[in-house]
């Protein structure tokens, strides 16, 4: 479906960039699932937080961290929909953008879940996992404003955004904390 090409009119080709990015979502929501060992959509995915909470305290950092890079990785690939936006009136383009918004929902679940462990393991963090942590959420926020375009007549989860912002901060802080350390050790 990737390699889906519909060359007869413009409007059929544009169509045709909608299932092309459609089929890359599906994909990497295999890769995602298989990744985390669970299947990201809401029939299959647990709904129990405080499961699925455990199961992420139970991870190592880079385990966490891995898993965070490739549920980001998701969302840069909804993110690359089509900029034919204005198609979302048409039915085949609308049912897809909300089955994308259903993995999206899901897979911000996931990431919120994971941000608020190894925030809680910031402390514990070396510095190249500091850093890993800080550029995946970067991924993550320069996503926003396309998110919100995307997905205009969503709710904008404007705690989450606020979280991983906090999050950012306290990375930055600490960053700057472990480098004084450094600096003091050196001398």
Excluded at 47 to 61: G, I, R, T, W
Aim: proline share 1%; aromatic share 10%.
């Amino acid at each position: 479906m990737s390699k889906f090409r519909q060359d007869s009119d413009p409007e059929r080709w544009e169509l045709a960039s909608w299932v092309r990015w459609y089929a890359t979502v599906i994909e990497q929501n295999f890769i995602v699932s298989r990744f985390l060992g669970h299947y990201l959509n809401s029939s299959c995915s647990s709904n129990n937080s405080k499961d699925d909470e455990d199961k992420a305290s139970a991870l190592l950092n880079k385990d966490l961290l891995g898993e965070l890079d490739v549920l980001v990785d998701f969302v840069e690939v909804i993110c690359e929909a089509p900029d034919s936006l204005h198609l979302q009136l048409n039915n085949l383009v609308y049912a897809v953008i909300r089955y994308a918004g259903e993995d999206y929902r899901i897979v911000q679940r996931e990431i919120l879940i994971r941000v608020v462990e190894l925030k809680d393991r910031m402390a514990s963090l070396s510095c190249n996992e500091l850093t890993q942590l800080l550029g995946s959420l970067k991924r993550f926020e320069d996503c926003k404003e396309r998110l919100r375009l995307l997905f205009v007549n969503r709710a904008r989860n404007d705690a989450l955004w606020e979280f991983i912002c906090g999050a950012k901060l306290k990375i930055m802080e600490m960053g700057f904390q472990l480098r004084l350390c450094r600096l003091c050790y050196e001398a």
